[in-house]
């Protein structure tokens, strides 16, 4: 077994680090958690000039060839970093799934776009009941000559208020089955019909809620085949939850590393509050909970990437680092105390992004529940 | 342009100073928790130094560094900029040297390489400061050397140099080849790209050992050095306060001058 | 990064692959059907039925110490061999190391072999290597935690040590011959540097040894020593150094650390038993709490496996493991008793039968591992002070001063 990065993944992680350490102050973060956009346009470019939004991509689709563990290197330090903006949603959530669904002529088409920073996109589905089911998906949308009809409110759709194109989950068969019949479209956010609400998050991330009223969408623009999204989705949320673990694992590692830090400075009782044994257990707590998260994030990553059945692992990674984070962070906070607690400092920004992300792609309970079925419960 | 770069891997200089011990035996400094290793940052700047020459007049960049268990995702990061080639002098004979004796390993090294017109140096390392094995290795090849320079430019096959000095800078016309140490005042270091890291990874770095350089054994290394380090110790600052009292405001101020008058401040 | 799954006997030279069939055709000769059922009971390896005659046999091929020089009782064999034996024994008794180290000088055979002088390594590592049983002399009445704060007297005369005092929970003490003392030489010396090792004898007049049962249902004594004389001889290493001689042998002790087989055997019976199991008219694996129980036990499982590999690949790179094998410690101690708990807890009023009784379920193993487990958060070093040692070793977090004036006993 060997749970380190390879060379060059750790001269990514470096430069990655020394990179946001200058582009991605804590005071752009804050700032962008009130900005209406929330996606600093420098720094999207300057991401896509250092080939990081084509990462994932292949190169024939104008992207850098990484893998999946190249992308863990980046997303922890994302993390790290409480980077705000669309990678989310535009490089993995929308662009992924068009890599994994769309035609050779709809690769061809974004994915070297979003590579060069040109363009943002999105998905939408969760709706009302937004529980990651394909069961939920009540959006419908008919046929109408060439074109379909799309009528149905989306939730929790990131960026959708700046993108360019919004991919939408919608149903085009009700089928006994309830995975058969989803369609993905593609949408220009501009189409008739469409009307975006930015909600307020604890983490400042911009998501929305996308009504969509009678909003006619060509057939060629599916993504992908018709009545068939669900698998290719399923795939690209495997692959999403992997990320976003990833980025969790790395904002963990630095909120340990900021209340152990605090704990050898702070002085109180004459003595740095690190020397009782109250704060050492709480940090050695954190660090099991943050090693734990890492293993299983790689070991999921790992069996992605080979190929290999990894709903299992995928399940325990996102289940366990979702309490830990939330855990590591509240901890972290208890740490600090008063100076935790105000906006000035840092720790909050780890902590309320830890519970958005425990949420955000199923919960512990959702993810304990997907393993259990792989179990055989 | 054929340049040569010589980089040192160093404990991050940006380590809290408890990270470290003195170890008082050997006279340096012993890390007590993992403190990361980097290049030190002026040779970072020599780096990008000649990266920007390559960018403009295209050429060769060989990188070349002296140590011992040299991480290659650290020492591999100006491949990764955009360097052609590394040469690492790694193994035990080289270390513990001075200045000197590790100039003349490096100019060693530099002479197998062949043919150059011009070698870049940090101006000086992160950890010792010493600023001088780029001027030791000048002196060795019998190069013209500019230092501290924040800004290279080849002009007609000569190089002009904006060399920093106490008040501004000075500009200085070299001919080739030549040795010039870089100063932060040459700007930011540029980022890798991803695709740049990943080319990086075909480049495997030449291990030269003193016998394919062809050095003295008695010059180089802890056995090759001039100079010997008495004592590393770190200074103890000691500040006494002695508050300055008055009936009132003015008359402590008129307390405070003369007692700076009479300790001869003013 | 690589999480491939090593698979028994994959990397073997061609040398190691006729050493492993000849281990197995002996293994298959020799383990016994009372060994492996014993196994399948939650017991420490020494008390398994079987298990000391088994040791015995395995001492007379010198298998106990494979790597050992044949002067020594080994059989001389090259590097790697132990892990060939313990791994086959493991593919056909429960927790293979055991029999290799838990039994016999697993902790005293390595130490002596780095601190021992050449008449003490011609003494002791033969009877080792045989199969020789020694039972740990650390833990006192007032000296737990707090080793180095041991009172056991050992005063020189002639060429003897007299000793005088008392050991607690010396596991094996009533059928080890050997007892491996940490003993105070030098009481004017501060108390790590006063403490010298000595290997007692446990048959020796004046040694008096009292049984103490645990919760577990395992005999554990107190051992007492009255004027016991013991020869100077049998001192490991020099006097006032046993503090770093214990040290050598407490990571001796861990090498075989989380190999411990029962958290993942324990939940994967557990899961099978709710699937088969009705409550209320259905599975008790259609209930959504005790689906929730089992993956979580599951994921824990696994975290517990890579917190493992994790020190093994640690060690691979020469890096210090102390703080992460406390974590693989903390993990596992904690991991099995929150298994016997909730297991319990999902067998409702099931769960309290011990093994043996009717109606008890899954061979009462979870009522047992309740009462077993409950000395590993101590056992091998208390959970609470690991947990110190890993956020200062691990993070550098500054350790705790001594009280300004401390509390006399």
Same mark, same amino acid.
């Given at each position: 077994?060997?749970?380190?990065?390879?060379?060059?993944?750790?001269?990514?992680?470096?430069?990655?680090?020394?990179?946001?350490?200058?582009?991605?102050?804590?005071?752009?973060?804050?700032?962008?958690?009130?900005?209406?956009?929330?996606?600093?346009?420098?720094?999207?470019?300057?991401?896509?000039?250092?080939?990081?939004?084509?990462?994932?991509?292949?190169?024939?689709?104008?992207?850098?060839?990484?893998?999946?563990?190249?992308?863990?290197?980046?997303?922890?330090?994302?993390?790290?970093?409480?980077?705000?903006?669309?990678?989310?949603?535009?490089?993995?959530?929308?662009?992924?799934?068009?890599?994994?669904?769309?035609?050779?002529?709809?690769?061809?088409?974004?994915?070297?776009?979003?590579?060069?920073?040109?363009?943002?996109?999105?998905?939408?589905?969760?709706?009302?009941?937004?529980?990651?089911?394909?069961?939920?998906?009540?959006?419908?949308?008919?046929?109408?000559?060439?074109?379909?009809?799309?009528?149905?409110?989306?939730?929790?759709?990131?960026?959708?208020?700046?993108?360019?194109?919004?991919?939408?989950?919608?149903?085009?068969?009700?089928?006994?089955?309830?995975?058969?019949?989803?369609?993905?479209?593609?949408?220009?956010?501009?189409?008739?019909?469409?009307?975006?609400?930015?909600?307020?998050?604890?983490?400042?991330?911009?998501?929305?809620?996308?009504?969509?009223?009678?909003?006619?969408?060509?057939?060629?623009?599916?993504?992908?085949?018709?009545?068939?999204?669900?698998?290719?989705?399923?795939?690209?949320?495997?692959?999403?939850?992997?990320?976003?673990?990833?980025?969790?694992?790395?904002?963990?590692?630095?909120?340990?590393?900021?209340?152990?830090?605090?704990?050898?400075?702070?002085?109180?009782?004459?003595?740095?509050?690190?020397?009782?044994?109250?704060?050492?257990?709480?940090?050695?707590?954190?660090?099991?909970?943050?090693?734990?998260?890492?293993?299983?994030?790689?070991?999921?990553?790992?069996?992605?990437?080979?190929?290999?059945?990894?709903?299992?692992?995928?399940?325990?990674?996102?289940?366990?680092?979702?309490?830990?984070?939330?855990?590591?962070?509240?901890?972290?906070?208890?740490?600090?105390?008063?100076?935790?607690?105000?906006?000035?400092?840092?720790?909050?920004?780890?902590?309320?992004?830890?519970?958005?992300?425990?949420?955000?792609?199923?919960?512990?309970?959702?993810?304990?529940?997907?393993?259990?079925?792989?179990?055989?419960? | 342009?054929?340049?040569?770069?010589?980089? *040192?891997?160093?404990?991050?200089?940006?380590?809290?100073?408890?990270?470290?011990?003195?170890?008082?035996?050997?006279?340096?400094?012993?890390?007590?928790?993992?403190?990361?290793?980097?290049?030190?940052?002026?040779?970072?700047?020599?780096?990008?130094?000649?990266?920007?020459?390559?960018?403009?007049?295209?050429? *060769?960049?060989?990188?070349?560094?002296?140590?011992?268990?040299?991480?290659?995702?650290?020492?591999?990061?100006?491949?990764?900029?955009?360097?052609?080639?590394?040469?690492?002098?790694?193994?035990?004979?080289?270390?513990?040297?001075?200045?000197?004796?590790?100039?003349?390993?490096?100019?060693?090294?530099?002479?197998?390489?062949?043919?150059?017109?011009?070698?870049?140096?940090?101006?000086?390392?992160?950890?010792?400061?010493?600023?001088?094995?780029?001027?030791?290795?000048?002196?060795?090849?019998?190069?013209?050397?500019?230092?501290?320079?924040?800004?290279?430019?080849?002009?007609?096959?000569?190089?002009?140099?904006?060399?920093?000095?106490?008040?501004?800078?000075?500009?200085?016309?070299?001919?080739?080849?030549?040795?010039?140490?870089?100063?932060?005042?040459?700007?930011?270091?540029?980022?890798?790209?991803? *695709?740049?890291?990943?080319?990086?990874?075909? *480049?495997?770095?030449?291990?030269?050992?003193?016998?394919?350089?062809?050095?003295?054994?008695?010059?180089?290394?802890?056995?090759?050095?001039?100079? #010997?380090?008495? #004592?590393?110790?770190?200074?103890?600052?000691?500040?006494?306060?002695?508050?300055?009292?008055?009936?009132?405001?003015?008359?402590?101020?008129?307390?405070?001058?003369?007692?700076?008058?009479?300790?001869?401040?003013? | 990064?690589?999480?491939?799954?090593?698979?028994?006997?994959?990397?073997?030279?061609?040398?190691?692959?006729?050493?492993?069939?000849?281990?197995?055709?002996?293994?298959?000769?020799?383990?016994?059907?009372?060994?492996?059922?014993?196994?399948?009971?939650?017991?420490?390896?020494?008390?398994?039925?079987?298990?000391?005659?088994?040791?015995?046999?395995?001492?007379?091929?010198?298998?106990?110490?494979?790597?050992?020089?044949?002067?020594?009782?080994?059989?001389?064999?090259?590097?790697?061999?132990?892990?060939?034996?313990?791994?086959?024994?493991?593919?056909?008794?429960?927790?293979?190391?055991?029999?290799?180290?838990?039994?016999?000088?697993?902790?005293?055979?390595?130490?002596?072999?780095?601190?021992?002088?050449?008449?003490?390594?011609?003494?002791?590592?033969?009877?080792?290597?045989?199969?020789?049983?020694?039972?740990?002399?650390?833990?006192?009445?007032?000296?737990?935690?707090?080793?180095?704060?041991?009172?056991?007297?050992?005063?020189?005369?002639?060429?003897?040590?007299?000793?005088?005092?008392?050991?607690?929970?010396?596991?094996?003490?009533?059928?080890?011959?050997?007892?491996?003392?940490?003993?105070?030489?030098?009481?004017?010396?501060?108390?790590?540097?006063?403490?010298?090792?000595?290997?007692?004898?446990?048959?020796?007049?004046?040694?008096?040894?009292?049984?103490?049962?645990?919760?577990?249902?395992?005999?554990?004594?107190?051992?007492?020593?009255?004027?016991?004389?013991?020869?100077?001889?049998?001192?490991?290493?020099?006097?006032?150094?046993?503090?770093?001689?214990?040290?050598?042998?407490?990571?001796?002790?861990?090498?075989?650390?989380?190999?411990?087989?029962?958290?993942?055997?324990?939940?994967?019976?557990?899961?099978?038993?709710?699937?088969?199991?009705?409550?209320?008219?259905?599975?008790?694996?259609?209930?959504?709490?005790?689906?929730?129980?089992?993956?979580?036990?599951?994921?824990?499982?696994?975290?517990?496996?890579?917190?493992?590999?994790?020190?093994?690949?640690?060690?691979?790179?020469?890096?210090?493991?102390?703080?992460?094998?406390?974590?693989?410690?903390?993990?596992?101690?904690?991991?099995?008793?929150?298994?016997?708990?909730?297991?319990?807890?999902?067998?409702?009023?099931?769960?309290?039968?011990?093994?043996?009784?009717?109606?008890?379920?899954?061979?009462?193993?979870?009522?047992?591992?309740?009462?077993?487990?409950?000395?590993?958060?101590?056992?091998?070093?208390?959970?609470?002070?690991?947990?110190?040692?890993?956020?200062?070793?691990?993070?550098?977090?500054?350790?705790?001063?001594?009280?300004?004036?401390?509390?006399?006993?």
């Amino acid at each position: 077994m060997d749970f380190d990065f390879n060379d060059e993944q750790k001269m990514l992680q470096k430069g990655a680090r020394d990179f946001f350490e200058k582009e991605c102050p804590k005071s752009l973060v804050k700032k962008m958690a009130e900005d209406e956009k929330g996606n600093p346009p420098e720094l999207w470019q300057k991401m896509a000039q250092l080939g990081w939004l084509g990462l994932i991509y292949p190169e024939q689709y104008g992207g850098s060839g990484g893998n999946i563990i190249d992308l863990v290197a980046l997303e922890e330090e994302m993390g790290r970093a409480c980077l705000p903006g669309a990678f989310f949603s535009t490089v993995l959530l929308g662009g992924l799934f068009v890599l994994n669904a769309g035609s050779e002529e709809q690769k061809k088409d974004l994915l070297p776009k979003i590579a060069n920073g040109k363009v943002v996109l999105t998905l939408a589905l969760n709706e009302l009941n937004p529980n990651y089911e394909a069961a939920a998906i009540e959006a419908e949308a008919k046929i109408e000559k060439d074109d379909y009809v799309i009528s149905g409110t989306k939730l929790f759709v990131p960026d959708a208020h700046i993108a360019d194109y919004i991919i939408c989950i919608a149903r085009t068969k009700k089928s006994t089955k309830s995975e058969d019949g989803i369609t993905a479209f593609l949408v220009d956010r501009k189409s008739a019909g469409i009307n975006i609400t930015v909600l307020k998050t604890i983490a400042g991330d911009k998501l929305c809620e996308v009504a969509f009223d009678k909003v006619k969408v060509s057939k060629k623009n599916i993504v992908g085949k018709l009545d068939q999204a669900w698998v290719p989705l399923v795939k690209t949320l495997q692959q999403v939850t992997v990320a976003r673990c990833a980025e969790m694992v790395g904002g963990a590692q630095k909120a340990l590393e900021m209340a152990a830090d605090h704990a050898k400075k702070r002085v109180q009782f004459d003595r740095p509050i690190g020397t009782f044994q109250a704060i050492q257990h709480i940090i050695a707590n954190a660090m099991m909970d943050v090693d734990a998260s890492r293993f299983l994030t790689y070991e999921a990553a790992w069996k992605f990437g080979e190929g290999l059945q990894c709903a299992k692992e995928i399940a325990m990674a996102k289940g366990w680092t979702s309490e830990a984070y939330q855990r590591v962070t509240a901890a972290g906070e208890q740490v600090l105390g008063g100076i935790g607690y105000t906006t000035d400092g840092d720790m909050q920004l780890y902590y309320k992004r830890a519970k958005a992300a425990e949420l955000t792609l199923g919960d512990g309970r959702f993810q304990r529940e997907a393993l259990a079925k792989e179990l055989g419960m | 342009m054929n340049m040569i770069v010589c980089i *040192k891997q160093v404990l991050d200089p940006e380590a809290p100073l408890s990270s470290f011990r003195i170890d008082p035996a050997t006279n340096t400094l012993v890390p007590v928790t993992a403190v990361p290793f980097v290049i030190s940052p002026f040779d970072e700047q020599a780096v990008e130094a000649a990266l920007k020459i390559k960018d403009a007049k295209g050429g *060769k960049i060989t990188v070349v560094s002296l140590g011992t268990n040299l991480l290659r995702d650290v020492v591999k990061k100006p491949l990764s900029l955009g360097a052609d080639e590394l040469i690492l002098l790694e193994d035990p004979a080289f270390i513990g040297g001075d200045s000197w004796s590790t100039a003349y390993a490096l100019a060693a090294a530099i002479k197998k390489v062949g043919q150059f017109d011009l070698i870049f140096c940090g101006r000086q390392a992160a950890d010792s400061d010493s600023g001088q094995v780029g001027a030791c290795i000048a002196e060795i090849l019998g190069l013209p050397q500019v230092t501290v320079a924040k800004k290279i430019e080849t002009v007609d096959g000569k190089v002009k140099v904006d060399k920093v000095t106490t008040d501004g800078y000075e500009v200085v016309e070299v001919p080739t080849p030549a040795l010039i140490t870089v100063s932060n005042e040459l700007g930011e270091v540029r980022f890798a790209t991803f *695709k740049g890291t990943m080319a990086s990874k075909k *480049k495997e770095p030449i291990i030269w050992k003193p016998a394919d350089i062809g050095v003295d054994p008695a010059k180089i290394g802890a056995a090759g050095r001039r100079t #010997k380090t008495r #004592k590393l110790f770190q200074p103890v600052r000691d500040s006494k306060c002695e508050i300055i009292k008055g009936e009132n405001d003015e008359d402590a101020a008129v307390n405070l001058a003369k007692k700076l008058v009479e300790v001869k401040l003013i | 990064m690589d999480f491939r799954e090593y698979v028994i006997g994959e990397f073997d030279t061609e040398e190691q692959k006729k050493f492993r069939k000849e281990v197995g055709e002996w293994l298959d000769k020799n383990v016994t059907p009372e060994l492996i059922n014993g196994t399948n009971e939650v017991r420490v390896t020494a008390y398994i039925p079987g298990a000391q005659a088994f040791a015995k046999k395995l001492g007379e091929k010198g298998w106990l110490v494979p790597e050992w020089p044949k002067e020594y009782g080994g059989a001389g064999l090259p590097a790697g061999s132990r892990s060939i034996i313990a791994e086959e024994i493991s593919t056909r008794v429960l927790f293979g190391p055991g029999f290799l180290g838990g039994l016999t000088g697993g902790v005293q055979g390595p130490t002596i072999m780095s601190a021992g002088t050449p008449e003490q390594k011609k003494e002791w590592l033969p009877k080792i290597a045989a199969g020789a049983q020694f039972a740990l002399g650390y833990t006192e009445p007032n000296a737990g935690t707090d080793l180095a704060s041991l009172g056991i007297r050992g005063v020189k005369d002639g060429s003897d040590y007299i000793i005088n005092g008392s050991k607690m929970f010396s596991t094996g003490a009533h059928f080890a011959r050997y007892h491996w003392l940490a003993v105070r030489t030098n009481p004017e010396l501060p108390k790590h540097k006063g403490v010298s090792m000595i290997i007692g004898d446990l048959q020796a007049p004046g040694v008096t040894i009292t049984q103490l049962t645990t919760i577990g249902g395992e005999r554990t004594n107190e051992v007492f020593y009255d004027n016991v004389r013991v020869p100077q001889t049998n001192r490991i290493g020099p006097e006032g150094e046993g503090w770093s001689i214990i040290r050598m042998a407490l990571t001796a002790e861990r090498g075989d650390l989380g190999t411990f087989p029962w958290p993942k055997i324990l939940v994967n019976d557990l899961i099978q038993y709710a699937k088969e199991t009705k409550r209320n008219g259905k599975p008790l694996s259609e209930d959504p709490l005790v689906r929730q129980t089992l993956a979580q036990l599951a994921t824990d499982v696994n975290v517990l496996r890579l917190y493992n590999y994790r020190v093994g690949w640690m060690v691979d790179k020469g890096l210090d493991v102390s703080w992460a094998s406390s974590m693989v410690k903390i993990f596992e101690s904690e991991l099995s008793q929150k298994i016997a708990n909730q297991g319990m807890n999902v067998m409702g009023l099931y769960g309290q039968l011990e093994p043996g009784s009717k109606y008890a379920q899954l061979k009462g193993n979870f009522e047992l591992a309740y009462r077993a487990m409950v000395v590993r958060s101590f056992g091998g070093g208390s959970n609470l002070r690991l947990r110190n040692d890993i956020a200062t070793r691990g993070m550098g977090l500054p350790r705790e001063p001594a009280l300004a004036i401390p509390v006399k006993k």
